[in-house]
């Protein structure tokens, strides 16, 4: 069992940057790979980021290519997503999420955070 806590969200303006955290207090969760996704309202929820369990690969969504990067830290059990050029497409509670095995969908993922709430004004 993995439990994950976000943190990092906030109201902030469009073209702004944000760094959000994923943090876990077990020590396995550096030898899983971690993923960030998002639900906007009234939406699905959606992948946003992946990276395995090394930081050797990771994976974009086209709509968040080049503005956002995800990273670790497996001393620290912390996963990063850095967010710039925020837009107002942007405003998502944002989630993270863990496995053994990584992967874009819902279902490749085992572990869950509450989620953090991220608006981006225009």
């Known amino acids: 069992q993995v439990h994950l806590v976000e943190s990092g969200g906030q109201l902030v303006q469009a073209g702004d940057s944000l760094t959000l955290y994923c943090t876990a207090s077990e020590p396995t969760f550096s030898s899983y790979a971690v993923a960030w996704f998002r639900q906007a309202p009234e939406k699905d929820r959606e992948f946003v980021a992946s990276?395995?369990?090394?930081?050797?690969?990771?994976d974009y969504a086209d709509s968040v290519k080049g503005r956002f990067t995800i990273s670790r830290h497996n001393g620290k059990n912390t996963v990063y997503l850095q967010m710039n050029s925020l837009k107002p497409t942007d405003t998502a509670v944002y989630y993270c999420?863990?496995?053994?095995?990584?992967?874009?969908?819902?279902?490749?993922?085992?572990?869950w955070g509450q989620g953090t709430q991220v608006t981006v004004s225009s």
């Open positions: 990276m395995n369990w090394s930081g050797s690969k990771r």
């Open positions: 999420a863990a496995n053994g095995g990584g992967g874009s969908y819902d279902s490749d993922y085992d572990y």
